[in-house]
């Protein structure tokens, strides 16, 4: 039972302290409000994440994701290979361009893309593949890049929620065309809306900073129709602060979740691939169903213990309403079951940096005495 003084376990706790709050009024109070000198050194800063690729700040995950497709003329009549098991930004993204999401299968052992799968989905109308880097955990990049070469297709990596995520001592965001992340308030780090896409190619990074911003670099000598996608010096200055604290936040997070999984029994713990630097931007576990509801009822018994838990995602995208098609129509049947299984089985348990480590001691006592009776 949960005890008479203790505050329930949100499922996520974004941090807006004294810092975050000074850097903004610093930045209300001087004036220069969008995409000014703060936006400018974020991109610089963030570059040290990547190996120092170029790095093009936007106002979400969303539209750097819309953005880098654009910029990789991708549209009408392509077709790019995304995992169902995401958010829907992953899908969003290529439709908003015109083109068609094809959906591929996951590997159970890390909840991304089965490079196998993403073979088997390639056809003539394919452009790319958009690897999603899910929970912070990294996707197969090392196998998925010969896929790519062999098929002359571009990678986007949807890494939104993987900031500083690595694969054999490689960071996210340097092994695609681009890389595109959110700083959207409860991922790893945040600046209230905003995102961020990297690249190595210049012409590319130039590419999209037209794009960004109505396709001028000069002032109203608009090279190409482009669109709004501006972060504020607000959000950049949120951001520049956040970004110094990731390193710290990152090792909590690895460490909370080090002590989850020694401590966690009866619950499958989330799979680490072999050299992935995993970032828990979530502790997925795995509540084994066999058709039962059993990932429900402990959410639900959690949350009578006063212990937050979230479900990412009870839907895999081709189940949703926007892209299941119409019923009987030319509606493309597709056959996904590691997804279908991980969308019935999983559960995200509290890993933010900022859990004390009596909330983690309440986390594991209440999922081992839970997990237990299923
Ligand atoms: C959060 C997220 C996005 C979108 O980012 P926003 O900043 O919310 O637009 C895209 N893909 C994934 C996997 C995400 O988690």
Request: contains cysteine.
């Amino acid at each position: 039972m949960r005890g008479r003084h203790e505050e329930p376990i949100p499922a996520a706790r974004p941090v807006i302290g004294e810092h975050e709050i000074e850097a903004a009024v610093r930045v209300l109070r001087s004036g220069a409000v969008v995409q000014g000198p703060e936006v400018a050194a974020f991109e610089t800063e963030f570059s040290a994440l990547v190996e120092g690729r170029h790095c093009v700040a936007v106002n979400s995950g969303t539209s750097a994701l819309q953005l880098t497709l654009m910029g990789l003329g991708i549209g009408p009549g392509d077709e790019v290979v995304v995992p169902s098991f995401s958010f829907a930004a992953t899908a969003n993204a290529v439709r908003l361009v015109g083109a068609e999401p094809v959906f591929a299968d996951i590997e159970p052992g890390s909840f991304c893309l089965d490079p196998d799968a993403v073979a088997a989905a390639v056809g003539p109308r394919t452009a790319a593949v958009l690897p999603v880097h899910l929970y912070g955990h990294p996707a197969a990049m090392d196998r998925l890049l010969p896929i790519a070469e062999r098929h002359g297709l571009a990678v986007v990596e949807d890494a939104c929620q993987a900031h500083a995520a690595a694969l054999n001592g490689r960071p996210v965001g340097t092994f695609g065309a681009a890389g595109c992340f959110s700083f959207y308030p409860t991922k790893n780090m945040h600046s209230l809306e905003g995102g961020m896409i990297t690249t190595a190619d210049a012409e590319l990074a130039r590419t999209l900073r037209l794009l960004r911003n109505q396709g001028m670099e000069q002032r109203y000598a608009n090279e190409v129709a482009g669109a709004n996608m501006r972060l504020t010096d607000v959000a950049a200055a949120v951001g520049r602060v956040q970004l110094g604290r990731l390193p710290v936040w990152t090792e909590q997070r690895r460490a909370n979740a080090k002590l989850l999984d020694s401590r966690l029994t009866g619950l499958h713990t989330p799979p680490v691939a072999d050299g992935a630097h995993h970032v828990y931007h979530q502790y997925t576990v795995r509540v084994p169903g066999n058709g039962r509801p059993d990932r429900d009822c402990l959410q639900k018994a959690l949350a009578s213990r006063g212990v937050g838990s979230a479900v990412y995602y009870p839907t895999p995208i081709h189940r949703l309403k926007a892209y299941r098609g119409e019923e009987g129509a030319q509606a493309r049947r597709w056959d996904l079951p590691e997804t279908e299984r991980a969308s019935a089985e999983v559960l995200s348990l509290p890993v933010y940096p900022t859990l004390t480590g009596a909330e983690l001691e309440r986390v594991v006592a209440a999922a081992n005495a839970l997990g237990g009776l299923l």
